[in-house]
């Protein structure tokens, strides 16, 4: 093996990541809420060695499940049946720092790394969907700016309440009598702009002193947030360039900041149409696109541009003229890569929706095992990602030949590993535990 080594992450989503993959006949959409499917889907990773699987959550329901697998399962529910399935790999849940409270999500991941041996990851979001506000009380969403500076408070308290107790404080002496040295556990007592928390928390310290912290964002505020806070960060790109971009960005955010930009791993998603032909895999991407469905595929590209176009204009150019840059979604990373697309490569309105299909603009490989190696290894090599999120447009069957055809491909190469070395998530991604911070 080489002294440095790919991370893979399985990201899990409800069928696959191509919006038509529940209308694949590869596809069993009757088991989307079934747990053993998804644990055999995590045992399948852990035989692959995979650092982790990531669930994705949103605490809304998205305004076009009428053609497309948009529900979510609440995600802690869903890890805990698969830590109970598995014994090795990561366990990553997305969950908001918007409509979420810092004392319940700690005890949260608290628990769930207690229970997994070590395992357990945070993806810290702020939420985008402005749907979300109506379910909580809220009269409108909060704008973005604000979502972060809440969310930097968030992570501030959650990190003094997973370190409210010592490594020490748990004594369990049945001789002498004393469970728990409360000398050595410590009242947070946050008083913050937005947050007002006193601590501590109710479970002793967890096996890796605190859960892995994930973040998904590449806006400027993602970006700071990311280099102060994150421990790994999933993204989005098109092309090596901006891949190469991003990461040496974030890197030297992190080394201003007095950071080893070596413990903030870069993940981009990649979502593989594998074939034993380049011919072949081109054929069953575009099996997958003559699925869509243009009412949903519209939807998505009302949501993300703001444009409001019609099933008659799917073979014109994409009207950019009408696209407005200013105001709250111009903000957003995904707002800017889709924009990008367009202005690269001038697509017409269908050709923008089959590229959008794919993985909601995470970057689509077609091709053989070879060549999605290939594709893998000169990102990993040539300074864009320290590893993947692989995204199978659908499961199993897209994760399988994955794992069975382009694994075997790297290991090879001696890019990814043949079995774990280590139990804890932490171990896997190379990342140190971190001791408790003294309480002030």
Do not use: C
């Amino acid at each position: 093996m080489s002294a440095r080594t790919l991370h893979l992450n399985l990201f899990v989503y409800p069928g696959g990541h191509h919006e038509a993959a529940w209308r694949y006949h590869g596809t069993d959409p009757k088991r989307l809420l079934d747990i053993g499917f998804y644990q055999d889907l995590a045992r399948r990773a852990e035989a692959a060695a995979f650092d982790a699987v990531f669930f994705a959550d949103g605490p809304s329901l998205a305004d076009n499940v009428r053609h497309a697998s948009r529900f979510r399962l609440e995600p802690f529910t869903w890890l805990s049946a698969l830590a109970a399935a598995t014994e090795r790999i990561g366990l990553i849940a997305t969950a908001s720092t918007t409509y979420t409270e810092p004392y319940n999500l700690a005890r949260l991941f608290s628990s769930l790394d207690h229970l997994s041996g070590g395992r357990a990851g945070w993806n810290i979001v702020t939420t985008g969907a402005s749907q979300a506000a109506g379910n909580f009380g809220l009269d409108e969403h909060p704008v973005h700016a604000d979502r972060y500076d809440r969310a930097r408070e968030f992570v501030e308290v959650v990190t003094k309440l997973w370190d409210s107790w010592e490594d020490e404080a748990l004594v369990v002496d049945q001789k002498s009598g004393v469970f728990a040295d409360t000398d050595r556990i410590h009242e947070i007592n946050h008083t913050g702009r937005r947050l007002r928390v006193r601590g501590p928390l109710n479970l002793p310290r967890s096996p890796q002193g605190r859960p892995v912290y994930v973040q998904a964002g590449s806006s400027e505020d993602g970006r700071s947030f990311a280099a102060a806070h994150a421990e790994a960060v999933f993204t989005a790109h098109q092309t090596l360039r901006g891949g190469q971009e991003f990461y040496a960005d974030l890197k030297a955010r992190a080394r201003a900041l007095g950071r080893d930009p070596d413990r903030l791993l870069v993940l981009p998603g990649i979502s593989p149409f594998i074939g034993s032909t380049e011919a072949e895999a081109r054929a069953l991407h575009e099996e997958f696109d003559d699925l869509t469905q243009p009412e949903y595929s519209l939807q998505l590209l009302r949501r993300l541009l703001g444009l409001e176009l019609s099933a008659a204009e799917l073979d014109g150019p994409v009207p950019r003229q009408l696209v407005e840059t200013r105001g709250e979604r111009g903000n957003g990373s995904r707002f800017r890569l889709v924009l990008d697309i367009i202005d690269r490569e001038q697509p017409t309105v269908r050709q923008l929706l089959h590229r959008l299909a794919g993985a909601r603009g995470h970057r689509v490989v077609t091709g053989t095992p070879e060549q999605v190696a290939d594709q893998i290894q000169e990102w990993f090599e040539h300074g864009a990602a320290d590893g993947f999120n692989v995204m199978p447009p659908w499961l199993t069957g897209g994760f399988d030949l994955f794992a069975d055809q382009v694994v075997p491909v790297l290991r090879q190469r001696g890019l990814f590993r043949t079995g774990y070395g280590g139990a804890t998530l932490r171990e896997h991604y190379g990342l140190p535990r971190p001791a408790a911070a003294p309480v002030r």
